[in-house]
């Protein structure tokens, strides 16, 4: 008995996929019988419509199915204007990938995402910079062999290519300082008036690790705390948004306010104490609301829920189930 799977276009333009067994070996005729032999690996055309909603790593798969495929995604630069690179193919690739990736736009690059890609270097950012001068979205958070001089030259060349630079990410870049981020401002809004304030909430760990877009032009700012830049939020707490000292205390990094992983709220000293089923801070007020372990009654922030896939009806932390086994 042969198992094969076909797929089929529906009406409503998506793909589904069933199986077929047959007792014979599978061949064109018999597999395809409405379709002559002669054009039997020929896609159909409305196949190549699916191509611009595929995500990078099934877009190169596609390019290895027929070379009807192959030869229509390379030649589309339409399909390469917007590139996002994401884990786990963001952990592999090197600099002579991402150079290779994005010459099949061939120069009209509108946005690059490559989120955690830790071997890409300055040269190669440079390169794509230089091929591609109307990029308008960057973001490069966790890319931690890319430096902050490298960044600066490359938004700096942007710049002199009378390029659009509209959102710049950088979460995660190593040593950046005050210096670099006061030339990266400046390049960003010339020739723009005064971006509007946009507050910044803590999202929980989500907000920190991939590309988000707020409205700002860049993601870091300067601590008023500990005057260092990276991420800086602002508290979602309404007492405190209606009190402008208390607001303004406040507002800081990661590290200087601890936050609620839940409400991104500021977390007072006395709920620091607070003992949960999780690894992340509540506050007082999500710690009640919270669903509880059946055992010890500690609460767990939705996203450990989430991630465990653990029922918030009622579960067992990993705590309790790891002493059950003991």
């Not at 395809?32 to 877009?59: K, S």
Request: glycine share 6%.
């Amino acid at each position: 008995m042969y198992k094969i799977r076909r797929y089929a276009l529906t009406t409503g333009g998506l793909i589904c996929c069933y199986t077929l067994s047959m007792e014979t070996p599978p061949t064109a005729e018999n597999v395809f019988p409405n379709i002559p032999a002669g054009d039997a690996a020929e896609p159909h055309r409305a196949l190549f419509f699916v191509l611009g909603y595929l995500r990078l790593p099934d877009r190169l798969a596609c390019r290895q199915v027929c070379r009807a495929f192959s030869d229509e995604i390379s030649a589309n630069e339409t399909l390469w204007r917007h590139i996002i690179v994401e884990p786990p193919l963001s952990t592999k690739i090197r600099d002579d990938f991402l150079l290779w990736i994005t010459s099949f736009a061939r120069g009209n690059l509108k946005s690059l995402a490559l989120l955690r890609c830790w071997r890409v270097t300055d040269a190669s950012l440079l390169h794509v910079v230089d091929q591609n001068p109307y990029i308008t979205k960057l973001c490069i958070p966790g890319c931690t062999a890319l430096t902050a001089d490298g960044v600066v030259r490359a938004v700096m060349r942007l710049a002199e290519h009378k390029g659009h630079l509209e959102c710049l990410r950088l979460n995660g870049l190593c040593n950046i300082k005050r210096e670099h981020l006061n030339v990266l401002k400046s390049l960003l809004c010339k020739n723009k008036q005064q971006e509007a304030f946009h507050a910044s909430f803590y999202s929980g760990w989500s907000s920190l690790a991939l590309d988000s877009d707020d409205g700002r032009p860049i993601d870091v700012d300067i601590c008023p705390k500990c005057k260092n830049v990276g991420m800086v939020f602002d508290c979602t707490r309404e007492e405190c948004r209606t009190m402008r000292n208390r607001w303004s205390q406040c507002r800081g990094c990661f590290f200087c306010i601890a936050r609620c992983e839940e409400c991104g709220g500021c977390v007072d000293e006395d709920e620091l104490g607070e003992d949960t089923a999780c690894p992340h801070v509540l506050c007082a007020g999500c710690w009640l609301q919270l669903p509880k372990c059946d055992t010890c009654n500690r609460p767990c922030c939705r996203q450990d829920l989430n991630a465990q896939a653990l029922s918030s009806a009622g579960f067992v932390c990993d705590q309790c189930r790891d002493s059950e086994l003991l």
